[in-house]
Every structure is written in C-alpha cells, then in structure tokens.
C-alpha cells in the first residue's frame, strides 16, 4: 500500500466525521487547504469522487461512504494502538466516551467520579446521557452502561453495581383518599405518574411474582422523563410511582411514601460496563472497568 494513501485516508474520515474542510482542518491542526489538497489527491488516485462538495456542507458520496465504512474499524485499531502506546509510557491517560443511561449515573457512577478523577487524573472521562440502548462502536464511544438484561451477546460486560429492585410508593395523602392496591391489575384505577425514554416510548410497569409477569399500562396526570422528578411528585402526593428503590429510600425511612405491591418487585441484575471485544484494550479504558467493577 502507498504509505501516502493512509494519512489522506485518515484525513477523508476526519472531514466526513466534522462535515467540513473548515472543522477537519481544526481537528486536525493543519491548514484547510492541505485537508482539500489531501482529499483531492485521493480522489485522483483512485478516479473516484468520494465527497460531494456543496457551499454549505460536504457528505460522502456512494462511494465514499462504501469506503469509509470499510475504513473505519481500521483507523479506530490504528488509534488504539497508538493510544496504547502513549498511555504504557506511564499511566492511563487520555479521553474515555462512555454512552450511560441516566439512571445509572445518577445510582452507580456519580457517587464514585470523585474518587475515579483523583485515582486517574490524565484521564478526561466524558459521559454521554443516553437511555436508547446505543451501538458503542457505531456511536464513537469506548464502553456503555446498560442493565444486565439489555445487553447483546456480543460485548463484554462486566458488572459495576449490585442487584436493583423497583418500588411501586405513594404518599400518605394520596392514599388517604385512594385504597392500597393488592394486585398489579388495581393500578388501573390509580393515579400514575409515568415515565417516557427518550425514544418517546412510555414505560410499561413490569411485575413479577412466582413465575407470573404482568405489564401495566397505565394512566395518570404526569408524564415526566426523570426519576428524581418523579419521586418528588409522589411524595407531593400527585399519585403513585414506579422507580428504583434507592430513589425513594429516604423518603419511605421518614414516612413520606408508602411502600405497595412489594411482593411483586423482584430484585434484578442491576448495571454493566459493556464494551467490543478487541485485540487490545485501551489501559484508560481497563483503569475505569477495574475501579467500578463489583468484586466478589
């Protein structure tokens, strides 16, 4: 292969990723005209058109994106080694994208970043909120956090949180006026506040009692897209929530909610790292699985 060839290819990637000359140029601290000149000269090598050129964008034709598509796991092997190599040198360093569910920064991650950044400080750890489960390698990102139960076959996980269980509360005024249900199938005449994924989709309350699931969907004045919100709410007494225990454990200490329908909550796997297998493995990257991982 043309030695050439590899650092204009490096460059053609740059500009499909920024979208522009202009922002491959600052990614990459070299002039606009030599990211032009770089890709030009590509494109006459190989007597194909890989990018088509308008006054406001640039975009990969047919081609291009056929190209780049076969390129990218390449580059990304590329990148790591010479990631690597610059980390072993010393310490983990450098910057980790983890794509993390709201939830488990709030329960798993926050809790601890302190320490992780004073444990690791050549380390920039950016934390994408996402609660669709995401494509790490496609996304751009080192590793996710998705719960035990969402995980595809493919990645390695490695468990950074103990078992979770939902809890089903409401306040002592909502159920001064509205009766305890006993059954997940009395919810349909309660009070809920719901919770909606970024998708759009709203959750569906799922029970479990020997071997018996249910799904509920159900109904009621608040639609809300935030645990901690959603807590608040049903303390307020705006009608009954469905959220992860640790949400509410200080307000069922003190007496504020009321506890239903706890023999139908089981406990779960609770959070993962989950990352692509590959050859290598970014000491950055090994440095953060190691700090959250649960022993034991």
């Not at 590899?6 to 460059?11: K, P």
């Not at 030009?40 to 006054?55: I, K, M």
């Not at 009692?209 to 303390?235: N, Q, S």
């Not at 959070?271 to 590959?278: A, I, K, L, N």
């Amino acid at each position: 292969m043309n030695r050439a060839h590899l650092s204009q290819l490096a460059v053609l990637a740059t500009v499909a990723q920024c979208g522009s000359f202009r922002g491959a140029a600052r990614e990459l601290a070299i002039a606009p005209s030599a990211v032009s000149h770089a890709v030009s000269s590509l494109e006459a090598r190989l007597g194909v058109r890989l990018l088509a050129r308008s006054t406001r964008s640039v975009a990969p034709t047919e081609e291009g994106a056929q190209l780049l598509e076969r390129l990218r796991p390449a580059l990304s092997e590329i990148d790591l080694a010479l990631e690597t190599a610059v980390e072993a040198r010393d310490r983990p360093a450098g910057n980790l994208r983890l794509s993390v569910p709201r939830t488990a920064a709030h329960l798993v991650l926050t809790p601890r970043l302190g320490a992780f950044a004073a444990a690791y400080p050549d380390i920039v750890l950016e934390i994408v909120i996402e609660d669709r489960f995401t494509d790490v390698v496609e996304g751009g990102f080192d590793a996710g956090v998705r719960l035990g139960e969402s995980l595809q076959g493919d990645m390695i996980a490695v468990r950074i949180g103990p078992d979770i269980r939902g809890a089903v509360v409401g306040a002592p005024s909502y159920f001064e006026a509205n009766p305890e249900p006993r059954h997940p199938r009395d919810l349909a005449g309660h009070r809920c506040i719901r919770f909606r994924f970024s998708s759009g989709t709203l959750y569906r309350w799922e029970f479990e009692k020997r071997r018996e699931a249910i799904e509920m969907a159900v109904e009621g004045p608040l639609i809300l897209d935030e645990d901690h919100l959603i807590a608040r709410a049903a303390v307020d007494g705006a009608g009954l929530a469905f959220v992860f225990e640790d949400y509410v454990r200080a307000p069922l200490a003190d007496g504020r909610l009321i506890r239903v329908l706890e023999d139908w909550c089981p406990s779960f796997d609770g959070f993962f790292v989950y990352y692509p297998s590959r050859r290598q493995m970014r000491p950055a990257l090994r440095a953060l699985v190691d700090f959250f991982k649960v022993s034991g």
